[in-house]
């Protein structure tokens, strides 16, 4: 359908919240709009350029990218939290006050853009009001947390370490509460077994998907903390999956580039353990 082409290595990118486009940051530091314009024509446009040098010895930048309607915020490992809101009169993305955090590894917006969420390589959840509040310690998790999803709720986070993904509350009563923890006890003693990639809610909020044993990804009862499904892909090699937002299917990645669509679970006892696609990509 396009290929958009960078000057750096893509660290990350996420939808327009009206689905109309991308916004992409590449390890330069270039935050970028593409816009689509028609079917198969996409434009550019520079949002910030950041000014960071690119250092393609490591597998990972450690930059994160956050974006809500008119904000935008990027983490340094060694710098912190850079913030940045669109001001209609100017015409122009303008800084905000930074977060004085390092080692940032996850990072999303919550409560209608007005919070930062963050975690960081050594365990801490954290959350800060932007642009002039204080940061402030959610939970301790004693491990990297390497992504957060958020339910269509807003009310609860999915906080992904390794071999482990836990349910935290965000209400003002439960924020930093955990709730559930998702793990494999057959695997908990050799974690080695199963491959992590970050959780995201499916089935609207009912069900996680974090995950994989052997080429099967695995889901699991959000409120419980049971393994429900497997999605198995007849391959021994870690993939990564996405929840659509209208909760239609599940759409999974591999290494290989193998591109799978799910249908999903009404979360009845169908008597079903493993799923099949219903369509793949190479």
């Known amino acids: 359908m396009a290929r958009l082409t960078h000057n750096a290595r893509v660290a990350s990118v996420l939808w327009l919240d009206d689905d109309s486009g991308i916004i992409s940051l590449g390890e330069d530091g270039m935050i970028s709009r593409w816009s689509r314009t028609s079917f198969n024509h996409w434009t550019w446009a520079q949002m910030v350029d950041i000014g960071v040098k690119p250092n393609y010895q490591e597998k990972d930048s450690g930059m994160r990218l956050a974006y809500f309607k008119d904000k935008v915020a990027v983490s340094l490992p060694s710098v912190g939290v850079k913030v940045w809101f669109w001001s209609k009169g100017a015409g122009c993305w303008q800084a905000q006050r930074p977060i004085l955090r390092p080692n940032v590894t996850a990072l999303t917006f919550i409560e209608d853009g007005s919070t930062l ?25 004693k491990a990297k947390i390497f992504s957060i999803d958020v ?132």
Do not use: M
């Not at 906080?159 to 494999?184: D, F, P, T």
């Not at 669509?261 to 793949?280: D, H, I």
């Open 117 to 141: 969420l963050g975690g960081t390589v050594d365990g801490v959840l954290w959350a800060c009001e932007i642009p002039n509040g204080i940061i402030r310690a959610c939970a301790f998790l």
């Open 151 to 282: 339910n269509p709720a807003k009310t609860q986070a999915l906080i992904s370490c390794h071999g482990v993904s836990r349910l935290i509350g965000l209400q003002a009563e439960k924020r930093g509460k955990l709730e559930q923890s998702y793990v494999n006890k057959d695997t908990e003693s050799s974690p080695h077994q199963v491959r992590t990639f970050g959780a995201c809610f499916t089935a609207r909020g009912q069900g996680v998907l974090f995950g994989d044993i052997k080429g099967c990804a695995l889901i699991w009862d959000a409120k419980k903390g049971s393994l429900v499904y497997g999605l198995d892909h007849g391959l021994r090699e870690e993939g990564c999956g996405e929840d659509s937002p209208n909760g239609g299917c599940i759409v999974t990645g591999t290494k290989t580039g193998l591109l799978s669509w799910w249908s999903q679970p009404a979360y009845a006892n169908t008597g079903q353990s493993f799923l099949c696609p219903f369509f793949t990509v190479r």
